[in-house]
């Protein structure tokens, strides 16, 4: 059975700077993607950023140069462990943020298919 457990998130003033940690247990991380996607208070959900298991890295354009994902240790067995470092946040980052493994999102839904994660939020204060 896959489980999907965020930690990190809270709140932080505009400028300010979380780390948001993954850990996925079950899943075997061979041609699949593990990665954060967001939710902000009446909008959409919208990828964050992913991690192929062939090293591809994906930013959605709002965050590139100020987040950075990493796998934090090399996947031991069924165990992957992804952070998500947030820099100079702002307020519309603000937003529910769900770690998940093979997401897949449609027409502005998380959770449609793949493992998630209960979501952790993030607020930033302007």
């Known amino acids: 059975e896959v489980h999907v457990v965020e930690s990190g998130g809270g709140s932080v003033q505009a400028g300010g700077s979380l780390t948001l940690s993954c850990t996925v247990t079950?899943?075997?991380?061979?041609?699949?993607?593990v990665g954060w996607y967001r939710q902000p208070p009446g909008d959409l959900c919208e990828l964050v950023s992913t991690i192929h298991s062939n090293g591809e890295i994906i930013y959605t354009d709002s965050v590139k140069g100020r987040f950075s994902i990493s796998l934090d240790n090399a996947p031991d067995n069924d165990k992957i462990t992804v952070s998500l470092q947030m820099n100079s946040l702002k307020f519309e980052d603000t937003a529910v943020y769900y770690c998940a493994a093979d997401g897949i999102i449609q027409g502005g839904f998380c959770k449609v298919g793949g493992y998630w994660g209960q979501g952790t939020q993030v607020t930033v204060s302007s």
């Open positions: 079950g899943f075997t991380f061979y041609d699949a993607v």
